[in-house]
């Protein structure tokens, strides 16, 4: 991740300057940081999306799955982009920067946010759990396939993990999976994938 920007910027500036290059950016504590996810990352998004968008047909769901979507937690200085999102259709008629912006401000809009973990572990183990958490985003997986997480985080040894927090009386409460452990879902109980299809894994 590269910082592009010094001077710290609140959310309504970091929409207003987002660069119109292409790229994807977040901001992370007043400061607009590139996001630029390796070839294993986004494989791993792919295979996620392909699979959660086949769930949401085949169930008939008003859900869908956003190429992009930022979601502004309570923090002025903060903003992200997950790397997949589930956003509930019935609920963004009362997202005031949905039609604008693409911006979510209501954990009640999405179902399931996730982030496939790079370089920069520490904002998806720490500061986006607990922002996802605040503004009560039901799911939050952390898909961390090259075992980057601290040993707090995913144990040791430390190997490939997929975290999902299930939001139970407004706090997270997790579950881990490894290798060929069936990964539970509260919002999509009847996905049959194992941490390493998740993870792709062969």
């Not at 998806?124 to 952390?142: C, F, H, M, Q, S």
Request: some cysteine.
């Amino acid at each position: 991740m590269v910082q592009s920007i010094s001077r710290l910027l609140t959310f309504a500036e970091f929409l207003e300057q987002y660069p119109e290059d292409g790229r994807r950016y977040e901001l992370i504590d007043g400061e607009i940081v590139e996001v630029r996810p390796v070839g294993d990352h986004e494989e791993i998004i792919g295979l996620v999306t392909r699979r959660l968008d086949r769930e949401i047909e085949r169930l008939s769901l008003p859900w869908f799955i956003p190429k992009s979507c930022c979601v502004k937690p309570e923090s002025e200085l903060n903003g992200y982009v997950p790397d997949t999102i589930v956003l509930d259709r019935l609920q963004l008629t009362s997202e005031p920067l949905w039609k604008s912006a693409s911006t979510i401000t209501n954990g009640q809009s999405a179902k399931l946010v996730i982030e496939v973990v790079s370089t920069n572990w520490q904002d998806d183990y720490a500061k986006k759990l607990e922002d996802y958490e605040a503004l009560g985003i039901p799911e939050y997986w952390i898909l961390d396939y090259r075992a980057l997480g601290g040993k707090r985080y995913i144990g040791f040894p430390k190997q490939p993990t997929v975290g999902v927090y299930t939001l139970v009386d407004r706090e997270y409460q997790l579950v881990q999976f490894r290798d060929r452990e069936v990964v539970r879902s509260h919002v999509f109980p009847e996905l049959n994938l194992t941490a390493n299809q998740l993870l792709n894994i062969a």
